[in-house]
Structure formats: structure tokens, C-alpha cells
């Protein structure tokens, strides 16, 4: 089985503590507690406040063991040793290169594969990919597959078969996503553009920190740990997500890209 997942941000403060990984326990609670009540922006922007008045740092409030910690169990509770793990980018950030490793290190899959995000440090500067060549087996900047996919007839809409299909991987949405303006998006439309992918086939990414798998457009989907409960998706999983996506948003309206596929 293949499994996906994005941004693990191993070592970073800033996404440590807005996931809750908190290392004070009134703290914690009163983010959880907000976030429940009052949603995830709400959430963010109290504890960014928080760090603000009080003159701290992400740093010194943030518990990086425990969120590295449950990013690797619940990756080693789900994906097999013999199993295939894509990471779609932003291993790490605010950290050693011999951290990141060793964080690779413990995931307990023989087959890991590297989509390279803006936060790593092959990003533009591939002689870099030597600083992971011995825990991944490919790295790439974009990368296509073959999957089961839906095949959509004439007016996009899903027949109810499926074939294998090819598949992008990338760590940012589509180029025409990017060049929209996103408030709630971390660096993207002016900053990454040239980096998106130009296509408009069936796409997995990251990089958008979204809180839901639902993609910019009906052919592609957010396989960011943000949006599936910190842990990997499979590709059967994201199979029946895209059928059910598919319902939920016809794309013959041109709402979206749609390539009918045949076998």
C-alpha cells in the first residue's frame, strides 16, 4: 500500500504550538478550549497574541518532542515496514539536518519517498538531496504516479468506474490555485508561483496548512497531517475521497478542471 502525507515540520515551533503541542497545561487546555468553541483561526490568533504580550517566543512555549512524537506514531501505527510513504514536503524547519534525520530515522518504513517543500533544504538547491539520499529512495521536486482514479464521462461527471490514472504530487496546489490570493494560506501566491505545477489532471499536495482534504478544485485533494488528524493518508482513502468529492462538486459547470478519462 502507498501512503501520502505533507508537512511534518519536524522541529518547528511556530507549527508546533498552533497544532496544541503546548508545554504548559492551563495554556494548552485554554487553546484547545478555544479552538473547540470557537474554531481554528480563532485558535491561532489568540495564541499569537498570547506570544505578543507576554513578550515569549513559539519556542518557549511549544512541546516539540511530544508533536514529533505523535506525527511518528501515528505514521508507524499506520503505514507498514514494507509499505511506500511519500512525504510531500516541509520535513522540517528550525532545526539540524541531523534532527531531521533522526526524526526520519524513526519512522519504520523501508520505502520513503521525498516531494521537496519551500521549507527544506534542497528546496531550489538540489546538491543538497545528498543530505537525504540515505533515508529516501527518490526525491523530486514534482513527481507523477500511476493510481486508481474515478473515470469521469463527457460532462465530468463520475461513472462509478475506476482505471489507473496518472497522478501529480507536489507540495503546492496548481499554478492557477496559487496566483489566487489565499489570507489564510502561508506563503503563496506571490512567493511560490514558479514552483506550483501547471496542470490540471489529478493532483495530491500540501503546503496550505488547510484543516479539511477538500482541494482547490474537484481533481485534487490536501494530503496535509492539517487535514487528516496528524496522520498519512492511504491511496485507497484518497480513491474514495475523490469519488465522494467528485458528487459533492460536478465540474462540468467549469467551476474546475476536468479531463474526461478514459481507459
Not at 473547540?36 to 485558535?43: E, N, P, V
Not at 526524526?103 to 543530505?131: A, P, T, Y
Not at 501529480?168 to 508561483?193: T, Y
Request: glycine fraction near 8%; charged fraction near 25%; include cysteine.
Amino acid at each position: 500500500m502507498r501512503y501520502f502525507t505533507s508537512d511534518t515540520h519536524f522541529g518547528h515551533p511556530l507549527v508546533t504550538a498552533l497544532r496544541g503541542f503546548l508545554n504548559n497545561g492551563r495554556l494548552r487546555a485554554e487553546y484547545h478550549d478555544i479552538w473547540q468553541t470557537q474554531g481554528r483561526t480563532a485558535a491561532h490568533t489568540w495564541i499569537k497574541q498570547y506570544v505578543h504580550d507576554n513578550r515569549t517566543s513559539f519556542k518557549a512555549i511549544c512541546d516539540i518532542e511530544r508533536h514529533e512524537d505523535a506525527i511518528i506514531g501515528n505514521i508507524n501505527e499506520i503505514v507498514g515496514r514494507d509499505d511506500e510513504l511519500w512525504i510531500l514536503g516541509d520535513l522540517s524547519y528550525r532545526c539540524t539536518v541531523e534532527h531531521t534525520l533522526d526524526c526520519l530515522r524513526r519512522i519504520d518504513c523501508r520505502h520513503l519517498h521525498m516531494i521537496i517543500g519551500n521549507h527544506d533544504r534542497n528546496f531550489r538547491l538540489r546538491s543538497n538531496d545528498v543530505l537525504y539520499a540515505d533515508v529516501f529512495e527518490t526525491i523530486d521536486d514534482y513527481r507523477e504516479i500511476d493510481m486508481e482514479m474515478p473515470l469521469l464521462g463527457e460532462s465530468c461527471e463520475p461513472t462509478g468506474q475506476t482505471a489507473p490514472q496518472t497522478v501529480g504530487m507536489s507540495h503546492f496546489p496548481r499554478l492557477s490555485s496559487m496566483l489566487q490570493k489565499h489570507d489564510d494560506w502561508p506563503g503563496n501566491w506571490n512567493e511560490f508561483a514558479d514552483d506550483a505545477p501547471d496542470c490540471e489532471g489529478w493532483l495530491l499536495y500540501g503546503h496550505t496548512h488547510q484543516d479539511v482534504p477538500d482541494g482547490t478544485d474537484p481533481r485534487c485533494v490536501n494530503v496535509g497531517l492539517d487535514a487528516w488528524d496528524l496522520k498519512p493518508v492511504s491511496e485507497q482513502r484518497i480513491l474514495e475521497w475523490f469519488m465522494g468529492s467528485l458528487r459533492r462538486n460536478p465540474t462540468a459547470d467549469g467551476s474546475g478542471p476536468c479531463i474526461p478519462a478514459r481507459w
